[in-house]
């Protein structure tokens, strides 16, 4: 399993894939990066002109090939015809492939433990090594300035309209962008050795205003690996925020008027100093570190969710 479905592999069966698409929708549903809602996808390794993704049920209940659509880039539309119903939201995953050639799998969740950097307006930040590839910043995408005239306003991206305004937010990289260069001294070969700096966004995660999170990753593995840190930097933050606040709490700082009964004329509250964030070495350094190392935690979480009976993969193995 370690081998991993992209990019490292020079050929991805399908039948392999879709073995690990089911995998990693029970991978996100164990570490609860994915409940009822979210969804992962991945780009079809024969024709990067369409994408699998699972059809419309909770993703820890996928079980078969016949749970997954194949859709096109261009539209979302279903390649067959008469499939199984399929997610709403899977604009989101198309539109991303359609702007990124270099993307490969996208997630989508609604994570509780990132969803207050969502809606508090403090930025969401890379504090631990596991997290660098968060960048030097993390967009909120806010739908409310894009909805077409006519189109309901749930937050949900039903449309392509809505998957554009999406993806144009994740940036394409610049030659001297975070996750350029990161991909480049990482994966010198990978997409075959076309890589073009706008072919990768500049953003591996992006903040979804009152909704959660999208990221976009190289491979399953990846993509993976990404939402499960990005929710587990949240937590961190969220954590570090806290205890800060409680142990140095806020003195303030001003002028008492003594002659009028000691009433404050005027104060300013004084925090006491912020958080430690990693610098934007650190985060590129860390990044590319812990890309080397995706195969490990993804073999421990393939482990956890075969031996947990929720699960059913009954996909057959491909060739290895
Ligand atoms: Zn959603």
Known sequence: ????????????????????LVTASHILHHNGIVDAYGHISVRSPDNPATFWMPCN????LISTPDDLIEYNVEDATPVEKNVKPGYLERCIHSEIYKRFPAVNSVVHSHSSDVLPYCISGVPLKPTIHL??????????????????SGSKHDLLVRDTTLGASLSAS???????GFLYSKMRSALPSQIGGTAEPDHEPEHAVVLMQSHG???????????????IYTK????AQTTALAIRNAHF????????????????????????GDLKYLTDRQARD????????????????CREVEINPLYKNECPSGED
Do not use: C
């Open 131 to 148: 997290a660098g590839f968060l960048g030097s910043s993390v967009p909120v995408w806010d739908i409310s300035s894009h909805y077409p």
């Open 170 to 176: 994740f940036k394409p990289a610049t030659s001297a």
């Open 213 to 227: 999170f999208t990221t976009a990753a190289h491979g399953i593995e990846e993509a993976v690996f990404q939402a």
């Open 249 to 272: 709490g806020r003195t303030v700082e001003g002028n008492v008027d003594v002659e009028h009964g000691g009433k404050i004329k005027s104060a300013k509250v004084k925090a006491e």
């Open 1 to 20: 399993m370690s081998a991993g479905y992209f990019p490292k592999r020079e050929k991805v069966g399908l039948e392999d894939l879709f073995k690990g």
């Open 57 to 60: 049920i909770p993703p820890a």
């Open 232 to 235: 587990e930097a949240a937590k």
């Open 286 to 301: 860390t990044s590319e570190a812990m890309q080397a190392t995706i195969s490990r935690p993804w073999g421990l979480w």
